[in-house]
């Protein structure tokens, strides 16, 4: 009978212990999260209200630490800026397109230490402007910390490539 309870304790623990690491939200899962709020905050739909576009931009804004190091090679812009001229920019850039869809792919995130992760992907924006369709494909690469809990960009870096 001591046998029986002892195998029935073993099989919970070790079903407890496949559940907490399978279902147990890890930095790379959190950060794979907070890449696609960006996806879905970053797409415009063409009847999107102009309140609905500042507020998807603040939360978006809400993503990066304040200042981040941002640094746009093929506009030739690089600095430190605070939340409120990132989301500035945001509503900038989304306004240039009446629709957009954003998609990340081949995305590599490495944990460098507790608090400091780095990723890579390919961003691709594909959407109406103003008068023409477009498709803007760029590298990122980016420093992520781990601020109260939230991973937030630290520092971001876009080159934009070539079609494939």
């Known amino acids: 009978m001591n046998l029986k309870k002892l195998m029935l304790a ?3 623990v070790i079903m407890a212990a496949i559940v907490a690491v399978r279902f147990w939200p890890g930095d790379e899962r959190a950060i794979r999260k907070q ?4 996806e879905t905050l970053g797409s415009k739909e063409g009847d999107e209200k102009s309140i609905e576009s500042l507020l998807r ?3 978006l804004a809400n993503l990066f630490t304040d200042p981040c190091a941002l640094q746009v090679e093929s ?3 690089r600095g430190e800026y605070p939340r409120k001229q990132i ?3 945001i509503v900038m850039v ?5 629709q957009a869809t954003v998609s990340v792919h081949d995305l590599n995130i490495t944990i460098l230490e507790k608090e400091r992760a780095t990723l890579r992907c ?3 924006v594909r ?3 103003k008068t023409r369709p477009v498709a803007d494909v760029q590298e990122l690469a980016a420093e992520l910390r781990k601020v109260e809990g939230d991973w937030l960009f630290a520092s971001v870096t876009l080159v934009e490539v070539l079609e494939r």
Do not use: E, H, K, N
């Open 35 to 38: 890449i696609a709020v960006i």
């Open 10 to 12: 073993a099989l919970v």
């Open 127 to 129: 959407g109406q402007g």
């Open 122 to 124: 390919t961003l691709r």
């Open 57 to 59: 931009a603040r939360q």
């Open 87 to 89: 989301q500035d920019r």
């Open 75 to 77: 506009a030739d812009f």
């Open 94 to 98: 989304r306004g240039y397109y009446t």
